[in-house]
């Protein structure tokens, strides 16, 4: 193990190579829990190189992540032309003219101990053509435009639910730069041009700026997006492409003018080959036209996206080309990924701030010696690359379980082979109303019949022990249920009023 001139072996200086989201979420959260005078950070950047920053919707998990590096909510969603956000409407996904929520939030209540999907199920199945989505708090108060902080009361139905944020990314990462420098998180404007790697176990040494300037480190930190500067081109780990189970290769974003009104939700159109996203932030709405390139062109694409705008756009699109899939290894050595470098999975549930989030955290819970025990980069490496997997599978259910066939793209879609994991699960809830999955995992039972219910994926049968509640006190509860959970949500500010009264933008963001 090797040991400095004070006779220990600790990480004394990391580098972060690439800001934006990834690198900026990466320095303030490793500047909260690493004693500057102990471990010095430095970030390298070029104001020349480009920040991706299309997604800027997240969902509930980032209270974690700006708990845990000490933001001020208020002060953050002011910096940031932030918006609330419910949930995730999802439009044309099952079959055209359709919509369904994905939202934050429970449905119903258990009734004896069985999940409520069941006794709704047992009253569709008796013709009562009630939405599920009815049942929600989170989708009544979006689809009115309402929104206020949970109640901390378990007792109220306004309890029942979460809330996300849209915001602009790029303020974001301009926003924890100020926290970690703060800190002491040191930046160093400049271009990489050389990766210095040992010659007697190849980890990184140094990297070497346009200007010759040459930074050492003990740990690299690659946030330096789809170049992979790090982990790919120096080390040469490879990329497992997930492509043949998310087709979707490009994604061309521009701005628009704001409605009058703004939705406490994140919309997603599908449209003939991939899907539209509209995202209101206070500033601005940001939109997207995430598509296949095999399926349509880009001119196409394009035009379709700007045909789709609710109001007039106020930037030229620009287009990103990604391929959907992971590093085999985020952490190879002394390096790891976080961010692009890592892994792409396209904005369709909102998860790339959450996947980064969840490295950084793997990272500080495993934080190493310069002795890089295997033991903790086995155990990193497993843990967010079945995040990673889990994560694919969930947004490969919205293609698989979709009953278009309107054209090529979404037939290819409904009949692609898919991996195993996804598959028992969708067999699981169509024999008998059950969902499987992993406590540990981010999406659980309720965001999984979300999804389902909502592509029209029924059960064949459902839990035995609903019969074991007379018919009509079902039916009583679940119209007290509505009743009770459309008259909370009716009672709830607009979403403009509480973000005027809560965290009204700061002029010049």
């Known amino acids: 193990m090797p040991v400095d001139e004070q006779g220990n ?105 069985v999940a409520f999907h069941h006794y709704w199920l047992n009253e569709r199945a008796r013709g009562d053509q009630t939405p599920f989505d009815d049942y929600c708090v989170p989708f009544v108060a979006a689809k009115k435009g309402r929104f206020d902080l949970p109640q901390s009361d378990p007792r109220s139905v306004l309890s029942t639910y979460s809330y996300a944020f849209h915001f602009d990314a790029s303020l974001y990462a301009q926003y924890l730069r100020r926290v970690a420098e703060r800190r002491g998180v040191v930046r160093t404007e400049g271009r990489i041009v050389n990766v210095s790697l040992r010659d007697d176990n190849g980890f990184i040494e140094s990297v070497t700026l346009e200007s010759g300037q040459k930074i050492e480190g003990d740990l690299f930190i690659d946030c330096s997006g789809f170049r992979a500067l790090l982990i790919g081109q120096a080390m040469g780990v490879e990329y497992e492409s997930w492509q043949h189970w998310l087709p979707c290769d490009r994604a061309i974003a521009v701005p628009s003018a704001n409605p009058e009104y703004l939705d406490p939700y994140t919309r997603s159109t599908a449209l003939t080959a ?27 694409a394009g035009s379709l996206l700007l045909e789709n705008l609710e109001r007039a756009p106020l930037a030229e699109p620009r287009t990103l080309k990604f391929v959907a899939g992971k590093r085999r290894q985020m952490w190879s050595r002394n390096c790891v990924a976080i961010g692009l ?128 509640t007379p018919q009509d006190k079902i039916t009583t509860q679940l119209r007290q249920m509505r009743a009770m959970i459309s008259m909370a949500a009716e009672s709830l500010p607009r979403h403009e009023e509480t973000i005027s009264r809560y965290c009204e933008a700061r002029a010049g963001n």
């Open 341 to 468: 470098s890592g892994g792409f999975l396209e904005p369709l549930e909102s998860t790339s701030i959450y996947l980064i989030q969840a490295a950084i955290m793997k990272l500080i819970e495993r934080f190493p010696d310069r002795d890089f025990s295997d033991v903790d980069v086995a155990d990193f490496n497993a843990q967010i690359g079945r995040s990673f997997d889990q994560v694919r599978d969930f947004i490969i259910l919205h293609y698989k379980a979709t009953q278009r066939d309107d054209s090529e793209f979404w037939r290819y879609c409904r009949n692609m082979s898919i991996p195993e994991s996804l598959d028992y699960k969708i067999r699981s809830f169509r024999e008998a109303g059950r969902v499987v999955y992993d406590k540990r995992e981010l999406f659980i039972e309720t965001n999984w019949i979300a999804v389902l219910l909502g592509q029209n994926v029924f059960p064949e049968s459902t839990d035995l022990r609903v019969e074991c």
């Open 274 to 300: 991939g899907w539209q996203w509209r995202i209101p932030l206070q500033h601005r709405t940001g939109n997207g036209h995430v598509f296949s390139s095999e399926y349509t062109s880009e001119d196409e």
């Open 9 to 113: 072996a600790r990480i004394r200086r990391v580098v972060i190579v690439g800001g934006g989201t990834a690198g900026w979420m990466t320095a303030a959260a490793l500047s909260t829990v690493l004693n500057k005078d102990l471990c010095s950070i430095e970030l390298v950047e070029s104001d020349a190189i480009g920040v991706v920053g299309v997604g800027e919707a997240t969902i509930p998990a980032i209270h974690d992540f700006n708990r845990k590096v000490g933001l001020d909510e208020q002060d953050f969603m002011r910096n940031t032309n932030a918006t609330f956000k419910l949930g995730i409407e999802f439009v044309n996904w099952g079959r055209p003219g359709e919509s369904y929520m994905h939202p934050f939030g429970r449905y119903g209540f258990d009734i004896n101990g």
